[in-house]
Structures are given as structure tokens and as C-alpha cells.
């Protein structure tokens, strides 16, 4: 088993850039696809980017392509977020995920491990 945390959230304005951290442990995160995901209020928990066990193949949802990249330390057993130009419609708590898929997945019923999460808002 694998236990998640988030860092890294906060205020923000429109345009700003923000990087959130996953620090695992339990386990090595080696044997797992890692995700994030993101949760505004009234909405449905929503994938927004995922990576492959050793970092070679990454999702990307079409709303934040191009402004937010995944990257992935198999030896210091984190994982991170970079967000760019970040916009208002951004705002949400996201979540750290781990799967035990081979493949890289978009839907949430295929993590298996999650994170607290940690809030994100942009200002306009």
C-alpha cells in the first residue's frame, strides 16, 4: 500500500505559475502510473494528467495541454505538477493518484490510492 500527500497549493492570479509536489511512501511509486486529478466545487473529481511507471508516456487532459506538465522521481518517490498561465477555471483541490495499471488512464475507477489533496485558486 501507498500513502499520498500533496504540497504546494495556494492563492494564485490569472497568469501565475504554481508547482505541486506528491510525496510518497509505503511503497515505491515505481510499480505504479501516477495521476493528477482535480475537484471544483459542485463538479466531478476530473482528470487532468498522468505518466507511466517510468515516466516514458504521459495523458494530458485537453483543457490544461500545453500549460501544465507531469513529471515523475522514481528515486525520491514524488511526483509533480507544473502549472503555467494558470486561469481562473483552474481553481479546484488536486489530488494525487497512484495506479497499478501497466497503462496510463484516464478514469478515476482505475486508481487505486489517493492523496488529501490540495487547494489551488486563481484569481482573475
Known amino acids: 500500500q501507498v500513502q499520498l500527500v500533496e504540497s504546494g497549493g495556494g492563492l494564485v492570479q490569472a497568469g501565475d505559475s504554481l508547482r505541486l509536489s506528491c510525496a510518497a511512501s509505503?511503497?515505491?511509486?515505481?510499480?505504479?502510473?501516477m495521476a493528477w486529478f482535480r475537484q471544483a466545487p459542485g463538479k466531478d473529481r476530473e482528470f487532468v494528467v498522468a505518466?507511466?511507471?517510468?515516466?516514458?508516456?504521459?495523458v494530458v487532459a485537453d483543457s490544461v495541454k500545453g500549460r501544465f506538465t507531469i513529471a515523475r522521481d522514481n528515486a525520491k518517490n514524488t511526483v509533480s505538477l507544473q502549472m503555467n498561465n494558470l486561469k481562473p477555471e483552474d481553481t479546484a483541490v488536486y489530488y494525487c493518484?497512484?495506479?497499478?495499471?501497466?497503462?496510463?488512464?484516464?478514469?478515476?475507477?482505475?486508481?487505486?490510492?489517493w492523496g488529501q489533496g490540495t487547494q489551488v485558486t486563481v484569481s482573475s
Open positions: 505518466v507511466s511507471r517510468l515516466g516514458g508516456s504521459t
Open positions: 493518484a497512484a495506479s497499478t495499471h501497466y497503462l496510463v488512464l484516464r478514469g478515476r475507477l482505475n486508481y487505486d490510492y
Open positions: 509505503g511503497r515505491t511509486i515505481s510499480g505504479y502510473s
